[in-house]
């Protein structure tokens, strides 16, 4: 349930909510207080260097009036989740106002992510999590199958968050990534929405049961795909086996 601060009219209420907001995050500043928390997105996909991620917390009282800046930070951004902190003067919040969090990734001038739905401010909330969504860019019609792509599903049974499972495909066929333990390289043959994998040299380091168990799943996957769908607008590869059963699928780094 969402819930909105609305400061209320008498003194007293006010003395309550400033005694509460001087409590957040449990970090009490000379001149206003510090609210921490994380901007997600849940593409699995790393960021381009040097995009940053902006949190603002605004006055969004007026329906018809662009919202007021209450306070603004901006901190590196490589990946989800990002962590950040936020410093703002409780005296700048008025009676009777509506709050709520804004926030974006941008890498240079392009807007990659925002919020689409509204994140209320709540000072009892000591750590905020602030999911942002893609942003499809100015041309989404074509996405090359030649780049690199990171897993995010595997025969239907996904991925393991903390693994860099990836596949790059480059020019003339030419394939390399890494299963999340070994690196891997080979060849495909590619026609149309065709694509077959041929044999694939690896490397022969040991890891985690769990970590060989994917890279297994993942070279099982690429022996019997036959085909391969790319969704522009998400930025997905999907590769599918002669039935035409998904059998992996990427997103684009």
Known sequence: MERTLLIG?????????????????????????????????????????????????????????????????????????????????????????????????????ELMFTTT?????????????????????????????EGAWLAEDIAGGGVIDYLQTTLEIGAGGKVSGNGGCNRFSGSATIAGDKISFGELASTMMACTEAAMDQEMKLHAALAVARAYRIDPAQRKLFLSDDAGKVVAQFSAM
């Not at 329906?63 to 490589?78: F, G, L, R, W, Y």
């Not at 509204?118 to 199958?145: C, I, K, N």
């Open 9 to 109: 009219r008498r003194p007293a209420m006010t003395l309550i909510v400033g005694a509460m907001l001087a409590s957040v995050a449990g970090i009490a500043l000379a001149d206003g207080t510090t609210i921490t928390g994380t901007v997600v997105y849940r593409e699995r996909m790393l960021l381009p260097v040097g995009a940053k991620a902006t949190v603002r917390l605004e006055d969004v009282s007026l329906a018809d009036a662009p919202a007021t800046v209450i306070a603004e930070t901006t901190v590196p951004a490589t990946t989800s989740p990002t962590a950040f902190s936020l410093d703002f003067d409780p005296a700048k919040l008025e009676t009777g106002h509506t709050y709520a969090w804004r926030a974006s990734i941008t890498a240079g001038d």
């Open 117 to 145: 739905e509204r994140h209320s401010f709540d000072p009892q909330v000591a750590d905020v999590e602030l999911l942002v969504q893609r942003v499809a860019g100015g041309d989404t019609t074509t996405l090359p199958l």
